[in-house]
């Protein structure tokens, strides 16, 4: 596998990554991660090759990696013989991961973790919108058509990436949740932390604090919703370049006393005290292409709110351990009033959640993967096996 992104940068590439790598080892599929090297020290697992790296002057919480140093080792993983390239982002790593691909004989695939068209803006937005989408589209084109196989996270991106042009054959192989990383948690001791007490409605939004998350949506409809239910407050559990943005927007609506902003929590410690403390998980993003977090929300038993938007639609769509709004503030803050004010329906969500979850069981997904490895080593020409 090579990555552009992975811990101890937290985001739902780096999560998926890691998930796959210790279900398929558990198959008795070795892997190999390519992976940068960050500033910040992180005890690595088994397997990785850390790049040496560089800022990226747009995304500073992002690296990329120098091209130089994956070419001169390329001599030594050669000799340990890989079977197939697994490239999981489409910048430097793409391009990389076609080469050793190249070098060692073997087909390359690649997951599309990213909906570039609906948030390319955000980071450029000193260019037109239109042209942005367009070159997006190329873009993702082009990479699709590259790489023997296409992993998409959801149906959506399959539709999506279809309408591009892209003619690659594509497999929806969501990332899964190892459920034993999802039990227990305090709850008080994050809403003491907090100074928050035992009785107060609390929503939570977990995932990266970016522009394409939507979060400013969850601030408006949390005004509303306080319109009825004065005492609700919500947690940011995460970190971002729309942070400052946001905070400011917290200040204009006067919810800087009812708005936590918590930073990137430990996922087996804090994190797991966070789920515990909220009594609802609200999310509304429109770039997302699966939905991690409402997963693991669900594996916790925390109900969801959601809109359902992209690849959500396929986590939420069944309306198991969920409310699904429509993509309006109004609406949406409709169904937490709701949500919050029926114990009943909060306890049935629940049970439903956690029955959910349980069909998205890393265990499957990765078994879903490695047949998807097979057949492309089987397919690939003789030449180059």
């Given at each position: ?91 430097v790593a793409h391009y990389l991961g076609l080469e050793l691909a190249r070098r060692f004989g073997v087909p390359a695939i690649e997951s599309y973790h990213t909906f570039f068209e ?268």
């Open positions: 596998m090579i990555s552009d992104v992975y811990f101890p940068r937290v985001n739902g590439v780096s999560t998926s990554i890691q998930t796959f790598r210790r279900e398929l080892d558990a198959l008795g599929l070795e892997t190999r991660l390519i992976a940068p090297e960050y500033p910040s020290s992180f005890a690595d697992e088994v397997g990785i090759l850390r790049i040496p790296s560089s800022r990226l002057p747009l995304d500073p919480e992002d690296r990329r990696m120098h091209g130089g140093a994956i070419r001169a080792a390329a001599e030594r993983l050669a000799r340990e013989r890989f079977d197939v390239v697994h490239i999981q982002t489409p910048f609906e948030y390319l803006f955000h980071y450029v937005p000193f260019l037109p919108k239109g042209w942005l989408r367009a070159a997006a589209r190329r873009f993702s084109r082009t990479q699709g058509n590259s790489v023997a196989a296409l992993v998409v996270p959801s149906t959506a991106m399959r539709e999506v990436l279809g309408s591009y042009g892209v003619t690659a054959p594509m497999h929806v192989i969501p990332t899964g949740i190892p459920l034993a990383d999802f039990s227990g948690g305090d709850g008080a001791r994050f809403r003491m932390r907090l100074g928050v007490a035992a009785g107060t409605p609390l929503l939570l939004f977990v995932g990266r604090v970016a522009h394409e998350k939507n979060i400013g949506f969850l601030l408006r409809a949390l005004q509303l919703a306080r319109q009825q239910v004065p005492a609700l407050e919500m947690v940011i559990a995460g970190e971002g370049p729309a942070e400052s943005s946001l905070r400011r927007e917290t200040a204009q609506l006067g919810l800087e006393a009812r708005v936590h902003f918590v930073g990137y929590l430990d996922r087996k410690g804090a994190l797991l005290d966070c789920y515990a403390a909220a009594d609802a998980f609200v999310f509304a993003s429109r770039t997302e292409t699966q939905g991690l977090v409402l997963l693991e929300a669900m594996a916790v038993g925390l109900p969801v709110v959601s809109t359902a938007v992209m690849g959500t639609r396929d986590i939420v769509g069944p309306r198991r351990g969920a409310l699904v709004p429509e993509d309006d503030e109004r609406a949406f803050a409709g169904e937490i009033v709701r949500l919050i004010g029926d114990p009943a329906l909060r306890a049935a969500l629940s049970g439903e959640a956690r029955e959910y979850a349980r069909e998205w069981h890393a265990d499957a997904l990765a078994r879903r993967m490695a047949a998807l490895y097979a057949e492309v080593i089987a397919a690939a020409p003789r030449s180059r096996r």
